[in-house]
């Protein structure tokens, strides 16, 4: 008897009947997990009215000062900034149609192969540790977009998206938790 409301966490009926096993888990399975580690990330990301707060910009008075705003600031808004970078990544490649489908077509396979798997992943009866996984990956990624001609579009993306994100960590003053987030990134 099933519950009302409920979302199955495995499908042994489906394994038992000679369906294809996917890693022990079912697309649902997968579609769920996904959409939980999604949330968990999306749910470090501070709200946007205090990112884009005018009255916490200043110019730091010294270097070193601003060095510690960059990198509290950097563990404070990591996934605002994150979004910011994508974002810049995206819009660049708005106009290369071919270089953008590509490149969704990776980042699909980065969460899959990557970012959301539970299980190693078994080639040929053998484990492929996560480094193997993140070489490939990138050696495939990089092969794609020097083949599509938007390596030098997304490269001058990320140093924009770069650039804007460290001068905002340079401007912000950070007055709560300065010494919590600074140590995030040491």
Known sequence: MSKYGTIPTSSSSGAA?????????????FISRAKARGATALATRRPWRELADVHALGLPPSLADAYLRVRANLAHFAMNYAIVVLVVVFLSLLYHPASLIVFLACMLAWLVLYFLRDDPIVLFGRVLGDGAVLAVLAAVTLGLLL?????????????????????HAALHRQEDNVDEEVGRWT
């Not at 083949?147 to 001068?167: D, R």
């Open 147 to 167: 083949l599509t001609g938007a390596t030098a579009n997304i490269l001058t993306s990320l140093l924009v998206g770069f650039v804007l994100v460290v001068v």
């Open 17 to 29: 009947a000679g369906a294809p096993h996917l890693g022990g888990a079912s697309p649902l399975d």
